[in-house]
Nanobody, 122 residues
C-alpha cells in the first residue's frame, strides 16, 4: 500500500483547502490525521471503502468533508471555515482490515503517507 498526500498550503482563517491522498493497493479504512508542533497526532476523519460511511472528529464536524473517488483511487479532505487551530501537518493513513471508528486510533492504521503542511493565518 502506498499513500501520497498533497494539497496543503497557506490559507487565511475562514478559507478553504482540499487535501488529496493518492492510494494504491488494497485498503479499506482511509483516514486523515494531523499533528501540530508539540502536540500528539490526532484523528480528523475516516472513510470506509465498503460502504462510504464516515467518521469525523468533533472539532471538524460541519466544516470538513471526507470523500473518495474509487475510479481514481483518491481520497479527499475538503476543509472549510479553517481556523488557526487547524494548522498542522496532515497525513493520510490506511489499513486493509480496519473499519473506521469514532475513536480514530492512529496506531491501528498500518500504512501512512508523507505529511502535507496546512498553515492558517489569523
Amino acid at each position: 500500500v502506498q499513500l501520497q498526500a498533497s494539497g496543503g498550503g497557506l490559507v487565511q482563517a475562514g478559507g478553504s483547502l482540499r487535501l488529496s491522498c493518492a492510494t494504491s493497493g488494497f485498503i479499506h479504512a482511509i483516514g486523515w490525521f494531523r499533528q501540530a508542533p508539540g502536540k500528539e497526532r490526532e484523528g480528523v476523519s475516516c472513510i470506509n471503502r465498503s460502504d462510504d460511511s464516515t467518521v469525523y472528529a468533533d472539532s471538524v464536524k460541519g466544516r470538513f468533508t471526507i470523500s473518495r473517488d474509487s475510479t481514481k483511487n483518491m481520497v479527499y479532505l475538503q476543509m472549510n471555515s479553517l481556523k488557526p487551530v487547524d494548522a498542522a501537518t496532515y497525513y493520510c493513513a490506511a489499513d486493509p482490515d480496519l473499519y473506521c471508528s469514532d475513536s480514530l486510533p492512529a496506531g491501528d492504521f498500518t500504512s501512512w503517507g508523507q505529511g502535507t503542511l496546512v498553515t492558517v493565518s489569523s
